[in-house]
C-alpha cells in the first residue's frame, strides 16, 4: 500500500512516533503541525556477559516500548480514533533472531555496540573481501554492522542453522522486531537505511547481495522484506496498548530519522545528533558518493521507488564525555552543571581533551586510540577541563565535517543540529566557530522521533509533499561564526596534534 491509501478522517488526526534505541524508548505524540501533544520515556537495561559484549532482551525492550507508547497516549487525551498513523525509528545495527511461528527470540539481541565478531572480520579482510563489501554496501567491516552477528547467532546457539535453513527463523534489526510483534506476528519487513546497515544489502541495486550472503553464510530466508519509506508496513493488530486497525506508516533508523526530521532534503544538507556519541548525516541526493576518508556511504531514505543516499561518520563519546566528567572526575555533580563551569573561563588555556575513550571513530577507525587530557600547566582547574571536554566534542564533528568536504568536494555552509548536547550553547557557538560555519538548531529537537512522525504523515496524506514539511520545520535558534579564522587554525591544528598523540 503506498501515499495516501489509508488516511484516517475522524477526529483531529494525530501522528505517534516509537523512537526505540540503545538506553532507552521514547513515544512522542504529535499533530500535523508539529506541535508536540506528549511524549514519555522508558530506560533499557543493557547486559554485558561478557568484556566487549553488549545485550538486549528483547521482552525488555518491547515493555520499554509499550510503557512509553501508554503513558504518551494517556497524558496526550487522544481518542483512539485520531490516531492516523504509527512511525518506528530504532538503534539500527542490533541483531535478533526469534522463532517465525512462535515470536520467541533465540537468544539475546546484539547491540550494534558489541565487538565478539572483531576476529570475525579480520578473517574477512585476510579472505580479500573488503573491498567486495565496501563497494556493495558502503559500509566497512566491522563488528558494528550486523551481517556478523547474524552468522554468530547462527553458528553459536544450538541448531540455529539449521532451523534457519529450514525457514523456522526471522531475522530483524529493533525496527523489524518490533513491528513483527505489534501486527500480531503477520508482518517481516524493513526499510532501505535499516537493510544498509546490515552488510548484507546492495545499495546501488536496493536488493540483498546474494554475494555477501554466501560470504557470510547467511540463509536469505530468514531476511525481511524491504519496502519504502512511504509504504505501510502493516497495522497494529493485538497489541493491547494500541487499538487494531492502526497504519504502521514508517520505519527508518534513528540517524536517518533525524536527517529527514531536520528537513535535510536536498544535497549538500547535514545534520548532526549530539547524544551519547555523536552522528553527523550529510545527504547527497541520488549519487552513491564513494569516500575515500573513512565515512560510510548509506541510504538515506526511498521514496517512491527512488533512493537518496548519505554519507555518515560517527564519533563513539560526545555527551559521554560529560557523564565521564561527573562519574569518573566527579568535577561535577550533573551534566546539566558543565556549561555553567565551562562558561566561568574565557578558554581551555591551552588545555586539550581527545575522548577517545573507547578509540577513535570516523574518520580515523582507530579502536586502539586512548583518550588523553594535556596542556594542563599549574594553574589549570575543572572549569578548564569542562571547557577543553565540550571542545572536544566540536573539534571531532570538524573532522568528520572537513571529510565530508573531501569527498563532495565542496563546504558545508550550515550545520542543523539536535539531541541532548545541542542545548548547550556554549558548545554550539564553539562547533560555529571552529568550522566556520552556521549552526542552526530547530524547533523540535527530539529530531529522531519527529522524521519517523513525518514519514508517516507523509505516507497516510496528513502531509502532501517534502516541501510542505519544510514548511512547517522551524528555527529555533542560529549560531555564527565569531572566531578569527586565524585563531581557528591553531586551535585546529593543537587538537590535531593531541589526536596524532592520541593515537601513537
Not at 138 to 157: N, R
Request: proline share 3%; net charge positive.
Amino acid at each position: 500500500m503506498t501515499r495516501n491509501a489509508t488516511r484516517r478522517d475522524a477526529g483531529s488526526p494525530v501522528i505517534l512516533a516509537i523512537d526505540q534505541g540503545t538506553t532507552g524508548t521514547k513515544a512522542v505524540v504529535l499533530r500535523s503541525d508539529l506541535k508536540v501533544l506528549a511524549e514519555a520515556n522508558r530506560e533499557l537495561p543493557q547486559h554485558f556477559p561478557r568484556p566487549g559484549w553488549v545485550e538486549h532482551d528483547l521482552d525488555e525492550i518491547y515493555t520499554s516500548v509499550r510503557g512509553a507508547v501508554g503513558e504518551a497516549l494517556g497524558k496526550a487525551r487522544v481518542k483512539p480514533s485520531s490516531l492516523a498513523a504509527i512511525g518506528i525509528t530504532n538503534q539500527r545495527e542490533t541483531t535478533a533472531i526469534w522463532d517465525r511461528k512462535s515470536g520467541r527470540p533465540i537468544h539475546r539481541a546484539i547491540v550494534w555496540q558489541d565487538r565478539r565478531t572483531s576476529e570475525d572480520c579480520e578473517e574477512l579482510k585476510k579472505r580479500g573481501l573488503e573491498p567486495l563489501f565496501r563497494r556493495k554496501t558502503g559500509l566497512v567491516l566491522d563488528p558494528y554492522f550486523s551481517g556478523t552477528k547474524i552468522a554468530w547467532l547462527l553458528d553459536h546457539v544450538k541448531g540455529a542453522r539449521a532451523r534457519a535453513v529450514r525457514g523456522e527463523l526471522r531475522f530483524g534489526t529493533i525496527d523489524t522486531y518490533l513491528l513483527s510483534r505489534l501486527t500480531g506476528g503477520s508482518e517481516h519487513a524493513t526499510d532501505a537505511s535499516n537493510a544498509s546497515r546490515t552488510l548484507l544489502y546492495d545499495i546501488e541495486r536496493s536488493r540483498w547481495s546474494g554475494d555477501l550472503l554466501e560470504a557470510l553464510r547467511v540463509p536469505e530466508g530468514i531476511l525481511p522484506r524491504v519496502l519504502d519509506n512511504d509504504a505501510v508496513f502493516g497495522r497494529t493488530h493485538g497489541a493491547g496498548f494500541l487499538p487494531d486497525g492502526v497504519p504502521i506508516a514508517s520505519v527508518i533508523g534513528d540517524q536517518q530519522s533525524a536527517l529527514f526530521g531536520q528537513a535535510c532534503f536536498s544535497a549538500g544538507e547535514a545534520k548532526c545528533t549530539y547524544g551519547t556519541g555523536a552522528f553527523l548525516v550529510l545527504n547527497t541526493g541520488r549519487r552513491i558518493v564513494r569516500s575515500k576518508r573513512g565515512l560510510l556511504t548509506t541510504a538515506g531514505w526511498r521514496l517512491g521507488g527512488r533512493t537518496t543516499f548519505a554519507l555518515e561518520g560517527s564519533t563513539f563519546v560526545a555527551g559521554a564525555i560529560v557523564q565521564w566528567l561527573r562519574d569518573g572526575l566527579g568535577i561535577i555533580r550533573s551534566s546539566s552543571e558543565v556549561e555553567a563551569l565551562a562558561r566561568s573561563v574565557k578558554s581551555a588555556d591551552g588545555v586539550v581533551l581527545v575522548p577517545a575513550l573507547t578509540g577513535l571513530g570516523a574518520p580515523h577507525w582507530d579502536s586502539r586510540a586512548r583518550g588523553l587530557l594535556c596542556g594542563l600547566t599549574r594553574g589549570t582547574t575543572r572549569a578548564h577541563i569542562a571547557r577543553a571536554a565540550l571542545e572536544g566534542i566540536a573539534f571531532q564533528i570538524h573532522d568528520l565535517v572537513r571529510a565530508m568536504e573531501s569527498d563532495l568536494g565542496r563546504r558545508v555552509a550550515a550545520l542543523k543540529v539536535d539531541g541532548g548536547a545541542s542545548l548547550n550553547a556554549l558548545l554550539m557557538q564553539f562547533q560555529a566557530d571552529i568550522l566556520g560555519a552556521r549552526v542552526v538548531r530547530p524547533r523540535i529537537t527530539s529530531t529522531t522521533a519527529l522524521g519517523t512522525a513525518l514519514l508517516a504523515g507523509l505516507t497516510v496524506g496528513i502531509f502532501s509533499s517534502l516541501a510542505q514539511i519544510e514548511r512547517v520545520w522551524s528555527e529555533d535558534a542560529l549560531f555564527r561564526p565569531r572566531m578569527r579564522p586565524a585563531e581557528s587554525r591553531q586551535r585546529v591544528a593543537e587538537w590535531s596534534a593531541a589526536v596524532a598523540r592520541a593515537k601513537s
